[in-house]
């Protein structure tokens, strides 16, 4: 029986990376019925709003969905869809797993850590206020619900995944009572695993740390805002937004896509790389229990970027999406004979 699964497209790059991915599911064999949703500025044209009822109620259906990004105006406009949809479907954990891909060019070649943001609260919390004219006040909500929650997350991550240590990333040394709170909480559950190490890091000098010797974090475990950034700047220790895939969890849906935006500047170009979103795609797979597909499209993905004649240009190559798509396509036919 076919895996029914909703397919948000998005904008920009979105619609050619979640494409091609469709593409390399489709080739690797898998059965999945797309249920295919607009969100943003696509889906205020057909529905008047920007995350309509029909694809949360998609979501929640079939509890799991492929996102590609969606363009949020800077400084006016339109609130977030993404963090729209993390909160009203409580998509508390955002898993992102930093790891060098074979043959990958980057700066380091012993990467391994995972990223644990909090999705739902900090200063994602979209409550700004002009107190006064020229005066605006943005809230900072750390909840100690929220942030036992996360930790506890971040800690069974690593116990069913054999990593050793969790650091919490804070700056709790100007922001005492919020990032305290953070604190304390991962301090709280660190207790009930004693066999996971546990650590703690100033967010400044952990992104210091993170460019000197990222061979040092396992589980990175942060509140949203810290969490957002550390994410880019890790995924440039790998190869760049091209390479790095993610997933927003919770109790009633997982909703996988990648850690990159829109990216406007090479939109409709066919120049994006979709390794990410393919790679959120097999952390898909496997979470419906399609892990030999996952595998076989892995091996076919580290083939083609282990050739190094068919990588996009991001990754110093100069293929097109289509192209890279029709190499990594070939190789899973080839290993399917
Ligand atoms: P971005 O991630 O879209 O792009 C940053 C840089 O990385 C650009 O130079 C872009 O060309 C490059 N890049 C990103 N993904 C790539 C890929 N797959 N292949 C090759 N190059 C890639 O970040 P930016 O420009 O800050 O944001 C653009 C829009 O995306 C904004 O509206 C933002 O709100 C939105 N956004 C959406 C996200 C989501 O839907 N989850 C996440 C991050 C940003």
Redesign the pocket.
Known sequence: MAHRVTLIP?D??GPE?SAAVVRIIEAAGVAIEWDEHHAGVTAVEQTGSTLPQSLLDSVIANRVALKG????P?GEGFT?V?VGLRKTLDLYANLRPVTNLPGVPSRYQDVDMVIVRENTEDLYSGMENEIVPGVVAGLKIITATASERIARFAFRHATENGRRKVTAIHKANIMKQADGLFLRSARTVAREFPDITYDEKIVDNACMQLVMRPEQYDVLLLPNLYGDIVSDLAAGLVG???VVPGANLGEQAAVF??V???????AGQD????T?LLLSGLMLLRHIGERTAADVIFGALTRVMAAGTTI?R?LGGSASTTQFTDAVVREIHAHRG
């Open positions: 998005g920009g790059i990376v990004p969606v363009t949020t800077v977030s993404n760049g937004l091209g896509e990648a990159h935006g829109s990216a406007p500047d090479i120049k994006a790389n979709p990410a996009t991001d």
